[in-house]
């Protein structure tokens, strides 16, 4: 529209919350012929500010990002530094846990634009004023304690900021800060983007923190903004969205503001019910929602019996619908497929447990967002290389690991491992384990597989000579690239499992561009050191549209996204909604700036709860099922329906049907067929070898499979002739 009344392209500036919807945007105007247009995220577009104005700024292109993975293990690296009061803060088993609510609690305070000095004097003024005052008094020992606890955040704040200015880092909470920082000091930089843009548009406007408005606020003087959110989508306040925005962006600037009422996703009766949930918030600004796509079925509630029983319907449903036809928004008609089902979960745990038992009956399942990448067996082959090159001589664990992972058969690898538990008997962590020595003298064994043996002890040999020359990513890069077919048999392959093989090995290597980017002098038992630290917690991965698996995902990381069959799970008491907790650090409410602005408390805890539960319904664009279990693993008592699920009056509404599913004594898993599997390990073994160039290993493999199909054709092995595999006639 701007652009058609006369507005140049390139003095609009678009800016959203993710690269993906960044992306998106991007490619919808392009096909408009619309490419001069300005479209970033908030955090790349002030890098960008803070980048183009290095000298006024001190930050150029070479500064460092910062990032969540590697505060951590700062973070726990540096307890000692910290000096905590242990009547305050005890770390003991729970220092991830701790260290993510302080990270959390530092990226709150900088969203807020609050320095560790400012935190400093507020915790000070304040104990300072409780010291004169009864301490026998409950409501005074309340306040102590969350002041005691403020206090020691603080020199966790402090340090980190020392750390962070020492190593010349920025975080993602400093790119939009420092770039505020920088227009507010400098009127003719101000002035000058000011008046390049003289459009702006913001997306996804409810997620968005204060400091994110406060540079909107900076860059559009002229009045000419246009937000586009959905308070009844505000969901993400654990990330600092700030939820008067809407109500602070209104008192600034008069605007007219237009109602986008009609929901082009979900059918009738979802759009109806999650109206009707979203009806007791207070303060909520009530919209006319409708849907103009058919009335649809009703939305099903499923009450099992237990825990179990929610997945095993879930199996049994998606296993019924499954090549049926559905009528698609785009009025074709298309079977349904795994890609056109989500299972969205309250927790992770409950989303990884339903991912696991699909697989178990041959249903391809993804779980999108954290997870500990450290555990996945691509990641665990690379780091095993890593600490042979680290230290050869007591990597015994990792060198059965590879052996295995090369096919050497059980007997020979035992042959091998078992000669050298002989000569290290009682062996202590960094001992030599006489394993790779053992592993060496393979040729005076009565096994077989010696030319497999020989490839990899020559595959070990470089990657150990490697090391001694190379940095730490370009180790990591090669071991994955060249040196191994870790890369290369993924990269090959269609399946969701080894696509989601090639992000982890992504994600393992931008960890160690960022290690090296941060300690560039460190030898590579300190970068081994840094990944076990990494080990004790869950990393974001990117996500990824996989060709054909049902996704699984939690509730959270569902936004933005549509599938035509949702099941959301855990729907009873306790469950969903979860119980309040308060966070243990946390802005205090005289700090907090904009308008209408409190801290968390039970009551707004439910109202966020019962967003999510409408961002999870209207994900559904054609079928929604509602899953209540009664009972869980280790109770005796039946839980009640979740809140949310009575306030609805599920038992009597018309917009819902009721389900219930009585669940088999055991699940009967269906287990893969063994000549099946046997096959299928012989053919990645085969591939490996390939990609290695492993040659003899390859052949090897190719018999042992020729073997298999003469087995499957007569159900034996006689007469099976192995020579007459290798009669080839090359021309």
Not at 51 to 78: A, H, P, Y
Not at 401 to 413: A, D, F, Q, T, Y
Not at 654 to 665: G, M, T, Y
Request: charged share 30%.
């Amino acid at each position: 529209h701007l652009v058609k009344t006369g507005s140049e392209q390139s003095s609009i500036l678009c800016l959203t919350f993710t690269e993906k919807a960044a992306g998106e945007m991007k490619n919808r105007l392009e096909k408009k012929g619309i490419l001069d247009a300005k479209v970033n995220t908030f955090h790349s577009f002030a890098k960008e500010i803070l980048e183009d104005n290095f000298i006024e700024s001190g930050l150029g292109r070479s500064t460092k990002i910062f990032k969540k993975s590697s505060q951590m293990v700062w973070c726990i690296r540096n307890t000692d530094r910290f000096d905590f009061n242990s009547e305050h803060i005890e770390l003991g088993n729970n220092q991830v846990r701790i260290y993510s609510a302080i990270l959390e609690a530092v990226s709150n305070f900088k969203e807020e634009m609050i320095s560790p000095d400012q935190v400093q004097e507020y915790v000070k003024t304040n104990l300072a004023r409780l010291d004169s005052q009864d301490k026998e008094d409950i409501e005074i020992q309340k306040q102590l304690k969350f002041f005691n606890k403020l206090n020691e955040f603080n020199k966790v704040y402090i340090k980190y900021e020392e750390y962070r200015k020492e190593k010349e880092l920025i975080d993602f909470d400093d790119m939009i800060t420092k770039a505020i920082e920088l227009l507010q000091k400098d009127p003719v930089i101000l002035s000058n983007y000011q008046e390049k843009f003289q459009h702006i548009l913001v997306d996804e406007f409810q997620d968005n923190n204060f400091s994110q408005l406060e540079l909107v606020k900076l860059l559009g003087k002229h009045g000419n903004i246009t937000a586009v959110g959905d308070d009844d989508q505000c969901i993400m306040k654990f990330q600092g969205a700030y939820f008067g925005i809407f109500q602070d962006f209104e008192s600034t600037y008069p605007c007219d503001k237009v109602e986008l009422s009609r929901n082009y996703r979900s059918n009738q009766n979802i759009v109806n019910l999650a109206n009707q949930l979203l009806d007791p918030i207070q303060k909520r600004v009530k919209k006319s929602l409708f849907s103009e796509e058919e009335e649809g079925e009703p939305v099903t509630v499923v009450r099992t019996p237990t825990d179990d029983g929610e997945v095993e319907y879930t199996v049994q449903c998606i296993q019924k619908l499954l090549d049926k036809p559905l009528k698609r928004r785009d009025g074709t008609t298309k079977p349904i497929t795994y890609k056109d089902i989500a299972i969205l979960s309250r927790r992770k745990a409950e989303g990884q447990k339903f991912a696991k038992t699909l697989k178990s009956f041959g249903i391809p399942a993804t779980f999108v967002g954290e997870s500990n990448i450290f555990s996945s067996p691509v990641i665990l082959d690379l780091l095993s290389f890593l600490k042979i090159a680290n230290s050869p001589s007591s990597s015994g664990a990792e060198l059965f690991r590879l052996m295995k992972s090369h096919g050497i058969s059980e007997r020979n690898v035992a042959v091998i491992t078992n000669t050298a538990h002989k000569k290290a008997r009682y062996v202590y962590d960094g001992q030599d384990d006489y394993v790779l020595e053992t592993l060496r003298k393979f040729e005076e064994f009565k096994i077989t597989q010696k030319t497999e043996i020989h490839e990899l002890l020559e595959q070990i040999d470089n990657v150990i000579e490697l090391s001694n020359r190379s940095m730490v990513s370009e180790l990591v890069y090669k071991i994955m690239m060249s040196y191994s077919d870790i890369y290369k048999k993924s990269l090959n392959s269609e399946k969701a499992s080894d696509k989601k093989n090639l992000i982890l090995l992504n994600k393992f290597y931008e960890i160690a561009q960022e290690y090296q980017d941060i300690y560039p002098e460190q030898p590579l038992s300190d970068f081994i050191e840094h990944i076990s630290i990494l080990g004790e917690f869950d990393i974001e991965i990117e996500d990824l549209d996989f060709e054909d698996t049902v996704n699984v995902l939690t509730l959270h990381k569902s936004k933005g996204k549509e599938f035509p069959i949702v099941f959301v799970t855990d729907l009873a008491e306790k469950r969903f909604p979860s119980s309040y907790k308060e966070r243990t650090f946390h802005v205090p409410e005289e700090l907090m700036k904009g308008v209408d602005r409190t801290i968390e408390s039970a009551q707004y805890h439910l109202e966020e709860e019962r967003r999510l539960f409408y961002v999870g319904m209207t994900r559904a664009m054609n079928m929604l099922f509602l899953l209540y279990p009664k009972k869980y693993a280790g109770n005796v008592n039946e839980k009640n329906p979740s809140q949310f699920l009575l306030e609805l009056d599920y038992e009597n509404n018309p917009l819902i049907k009721i389900v219930d599913f009585e669940e088999s004594d055991s699940m009967d898993m269906q287990s893969e067929d063994v000549v099946d599997r046997v096959k299928a390990d012989l053919q990645k073994e085969a591939a490996s070898a390939i990609n290695q160039l492993h040659l003899k290993t390859a052949i090897h493999r190719i018999i042992e499979l020729s073997r298999v199909k003469h087995f499957e054709k007569h159900g034996n092995f006689d007469e099976f002739d192995s020579q007459s595999v290798l009669k080839i006639n090359i021309d």
